[in-house]
């Protein structure tokens, strides 16, 4: 079997994946504002894909690159999707509208250290309490398991953010170092800390000090 056949289809498929995969991103990145990402993708979108059109309109006749180049639009696409959601990036706002009595949820919500504002509703049915609050998009699995912890079935919904400012987030998670942070602490605790030094420079300093700053007696008393 020649191999050199299934060279040029297989090239095809490669770049047009990559093609396709960049191309994802890149719509993704430009909706989210990202002014750096986006366009270095479609700097090597581009590229890829004139490399991709050369090799197609050199074989024409040639049904197998025009199936490779469709298979590679098609797996482009998937590959830009999931590679998307595993980045997770951006702010996304959660809205969580239930009947029942959401203290527990807010109480829930605050204790992670989210951001939580909670108002008093309609609904079609009667009274709803509407609880809103902002996160990262990978914390949204967190915030969804607390919805299913104290409020099963509620209803929420989810909507992306292009920009957030400001705001109640939960902490980074500190990496771990080198050192381990119990020695860190430690070693804090070991150096000697610099005190603020005193207009005099000690107690005999500051009591000259105020010595000199008394005002002079008047001249009838002396």
């Given at each position: ?11 095809i498929?490669?770049?047009e ?9 890149r719509?993704?990145f ?6 750096i990402?986006?366009?270095l ?10 490399l991709a ?7 024409l ?17 998937y590959?830009?999707i999931i590679?998307?959601k595993k980045l997770?990036?951006?702010?996304v706002?959660?809205?969580i ?11 829930g ?6 951001g939580v504002?909670?108002v ?13 609050t902002v996160?990262?998009r ?6 969804v ?16 953010l ?5 705001g109640?987030f939960p902490a ?30 000690g107690?005999g ?5 105020a010595?000199d700053?008394?005002e002079?007696?008047p001249?009838?008393?002396?």
């Amino acid at each position: 079997m020649d191999l050199s056949l299934f060279a040029f289809p297989l090239l095809i498929f490669i770049a047009e994946v990559c093609v396709v995969t960049f191309g994802t991103l890149r719509i993704i990145f430009i909706a989210r504002g990202q002014k750096i990402i986006a366009p270095l993708l479609g700097f090597f979108e581009v590229f890829i894909w004139l490399l991709a059109m050369c090799q197609v309109m050199q074989n024409l006749s040639d049904w197998s690159c025009f199936i490779a180049f469709a298979l590679g639009f098609t797996l482009g696409s998937y590959l830009g999707i999931i590679i998307e959601k595993k980045l997770a990036l951006g702010a996304v706002s959660v809205r969580i509208i239930t009947h029942r009595d959401a203290a527990a949820l807010i109480d829930g919500l605050r204790a992670a250290d989210f951001g939580v504002t909670s108002v008093d509703g309609e609904g079609a049915t009667g009274k709803v309490r509407i609880v809103m609050t902002v996160v990262k998009r990978k914390q949204l699995p967190e915030i969804v398991a607390l919805i299913e912890t104290h409020h099963p079935g509620a209803f929420y919904a989810v909507d992306e953010l292009q920009t957030t400012c400001e705001g109640i987030f939960p902490a980074a998670k500190a990496r771990p170092g080198i050192v381990p942070l119990p020695l860190v602490k430690v070693f804090r605790l070991l150096m000697p800390h610099e005190q603020p030094e005193l207009a005099g420079h000690g107690e005999g300093g500051a009591d000259g000090g105020a010595g000199d700053a008394r005002e002079p007696e008047p001249a009838a008393l002396r």
